[in-house]
């Protein structure tokens, strides 16, 4: 790829919509994309630290504060949808019963590891182990838990290990994309968490008129098909 590449910085829920959409947009001349995926707070610390970015992905009042401080266009800022935070178990184990808090509890509290992505800098991560205290389980299951750097990772590691006795938590667009897991369910009431992400273009890119039109198609009308298959909730 060379420097007229567009550069995205995404969260890792979004991967499967970048990616399908990058082989497209390189079919215009001079509109190579390379994309980066992470946990949300890596993305955010990306950004501000000045790596190369012309678009880039977060939740979207992450976004209004990188506005706010002017690392993003304000104006450009548009919703890509919200994406659910669910809980994943590896291809062929038995579907548990995770419908209510009392059901998700005796899962979890049962599960041999409980695969998460960074406590601190993943939307998910953060949540699942907020979850785990308000759930009281905590303390009895932290020897447990497997945290990775974002999503995927700790989804991929789920099914590498090849335990059907293992739980994950992450977002459900990073469980559809991820060989080897199945996604059960969204998390129960009181726990249900959907995320509202969006695009915006970075306020140090030097190739705005291309990044207004990759952001232009992610969000746009024509690819919401493509958004709900990869797991965007309709609107």
Do not use: W
């Not at 501000?48 to 401080?69: F, N, R």
């Not at 974002?150 to 990073?174: F, I, L, R």
């Not at 039109?213 to 690819?223: E, N």
């Amino acid at each position: 790829m060379t420097d007229e590449a567009l550069h995205v910085l995404s969260a890792g829920a979004a991967k499967a919509v970048v990616t399908a959409l990058a082989g497209t947009f390189r079919q215009r001349p001079g509109d190579g994309v390379v994309a980066t995926f992470d946990a949300a707070g890596a993305v955010r610390a990306r950004l501000v630290a000045g790596d190369p970015c012309d678009v880039v992905i977060l939740p979207k009042p992450m976004l209004q504060a990188l506005a706010d401080d002017g690392h993003v266009a304000r104006e450009s800022i548009a919703s890509l949808g919200r994406v659910s935070t669910g809980i994943a178990i590896p291809h062929g184990a038995p579907l548990p019963a995770v419908g209510n808090a009392a059901a998700l509890r005796t899962t979890l509290e049962r599960a041999s590891a409980l695969y998460c992505p960074d406590r601190e800098r993943a939307t998910a991560g953060i949540h699942f182990v907020r979850m785990l205290r308000e759930l009281g389980i905590h303390d009895r299951v932290a020897s447990r838990i497997r945290a990775h750097p974002n999503g995927a990772a700790a989804m991929a590691a789920m099914a590498a290990a090849g335990d059907p006795e293992a739980v994950g938590c992450t977002q459900a667009s990073e469980i559809l994309y991820t060989p080897g897991v199945t996604l059960v369910g969204p998390l129960p009431e009181p726990f249900a968490l959907a995320t509202d992400y969006g695009t915006a273009v970075a306020a140090k890119s030097n190739r705005v008129q291309a990044a207004r039109k990759f952001c232009a198609l992610l969000v746009g009308s024509q690819t919401r098909a493509l958004r709900e298959q990869s797991g965007f909730l309709a609107e």
